[in-house]
């Protein structure tokens, strides 16, 4: 599974991993990613890989329930 947000497109920074005597070392920043089921404007549900920023500002739209009867 790539760690890239279906909506955003958010993915992997890299940086350095700075210790206590300055010694710098690459290390990767991934994002927060979440495995959420997601209504499409057609009606279909899939489940897709988005960042917590997208699902906090509301670009998931969840399916709702069918209630059992």
Do not use: E, W, Y
């Amino acid at each position: 599974m790539s760690k890239i947000c279906a909506f955003c497109g958010k993915k992997p920074q890299v940086g350095n991993l700075v210790s206590h005597s300055n010694i710098k070392t690459k290390r990767r920043f991934n994002p927060n990613l979440q495995r959420v089921r997601h209504q499409f404007p057609d009606g279909t549900v899939r489940t897709i890989s988005v960042c917590t920023r997208c699902i906090r500002s509301g670009k998931v739209q969840k399916p709702l329930v069918a209630k059992k009867s």
